[in-house]
């Protein structure tokens, strides 16, 4: 007999949340170096996607749980995300080079990309993994000696 309920995963999550987590990690960080208190900071990052990205699905505690799995409290590693926008020739340049790599790889480009087309703006995401970034408060007792 099946069981009953939503049938489980194993740990598996589609592309869509990795590209999520790419976008709350930097909005998130960037809160934070302000110096922004940790729940305000959350707050403050599902305003700004919302902002960005209407469509998103998102909640305080689905960057709650990105945070968790991706800056893990006590843990030194964390993943680092930075977010460029590139415009005019950078972009196109940038495209055209992919074109080529398509080209090369034996893909067939079906339409070609006018001069407009290449200059759009062209964000991109490098990530990896770092040193986890530490907040300390700035309400913190300083020791005296």
């Given at each position: 007999?099946?069981?009953?309920?939503r049938p489980r995963k194993h740990g598996v999550v589609g592309p869509e949340c990795?590209?999520?987590?790419?976008?709350?990690?930097?909005?998130?960080?960037?809160?934070?170096?302000?110096?922004?208190?940790?729940?305000?900071?959350?707050?403050?990052?599902?305003?700004?996607?919302?902002?960005?990205?209407?469509?998103?699905?998102?909640?305080?505690?689905?960057?709650?749980?990105?945070?968790?799995?991706?800056?893990?409290?006590?843990?030194?590693?964390?993943?680092?995300?930075?977010?460029?926008?590139?415009?005019?020739?950078?972009?196109?340049?940038?495209?055209?080079?992919?074109?080529?790599?398509?080209?090369?790889?034996?893909?067939?480009?079906?339409?070609?990309l006018t001069d407009q087309d290449l200059r759009k703006p062209l964000k991109i995401?490098?990530?990896?993994?770092?040193?986890?970034?530490?907040?300390?408060?700035?309400?913190?007792?300083?020791?005296?000696?």
């Amino acid at each position: 007999m099946k069981k009953r309920g939503r049938p489980r995963k194993h740990g598996v999550v589609g592309p869509e949340c990795f590209y999520r987590a790419l976008k709350v990690i930097p909005a998130f960080s960037k809160v934070r170096a302000e110096g922004q208190k940790q729940s305000v900071a959350v707050r403050e990052t599902v305003e700004l996607l919302h902002q960005l990205d209407p469509e998103m699905p998102i909640s305080e505690t689905g960057v709650k749980r990105i945070l968790a799995e991706f800056l893990p409290q006590h843990s030194q590693v964390a993943l680092k995300v930075d977010c460029l926008t590139l415009e005019g020739e950078e972009a196109a340049s940038h495209r055209r080079f992919h074109a080529q790599m398509l080209e090369f790889a034996g893909n067939k480009i079906t339409t070609e990309l006018t001069d407009q087309d290449l200059r759009k703006p062209l964000k991109i995401f490098t990530f990896g993994f770092g040193k986890r970034p530490n907040y300390p408060r700035h309400n913190a007792k300083t020791s005296n000696p």
